[in-house]
């Protein structure tokens, strides 16, 4: 059984920044992904961002790339998204996940609780 900790989120103006921390415990395997989606109201969970545990390596979805950044904390089982240049359409509850591969919703096997992120313009 996993738990995923997230932390961060809250209300800001567009083109501000915030950052997000998710803690992963439990059995937490290496060839999972671990990262955030994100739902909008009236939409569906999509993806955000991840790092893949066994490599490190990033993925993005093109909507954030250059403004978004993930990363592994001291802790290796934390991941945190620093979220920069924020937009009204940045806008949503950001779910941490593990699982995945594919990095698509229904591939997780892990959810955290979700932390609203409110962007105004």
């Known amino acids: 059984q996993v738990q995923l900790e997230e932390s961060g989120g809250g209300l800001v103006q567009a083109g501000d920044s915030l950052r997000l921390a998710c803690t992963a415990s439990?059995?937490?395997?290496?060839?999972?992904?671990l990262g955030w989606f994100r739902q909008a109201p009236g939409e569906e969970r999509k993806f955000v961002a991840a790092v893949q545990l066994f490599d490190d390596s990033t993925w993005y979805d093109d909507a954030v790339k250059g403004r978004f950044t993930i990363s592994r904390g001291e802790d290796k089982n934390t991941v945190n998204l620093q979220m920069n240049m924020l937009e009204s359409e940045d806008t949503g509850v950001y779910y941490c996940?593990?699982?995945?591969?594919?990095?698509?919703?229904?591939?997780?096997?892990?959810w955290g609780k979700g932390t609203r992120v409110t962007v105004s313009s």
């Open positions: 439990g059995r937490v395997f290496t060839n999972n992904f």
């Open positions: 996940a593990l699982g995945g591969p594919p990095l698509v919703a229904y591939a997780m096997d892990y």
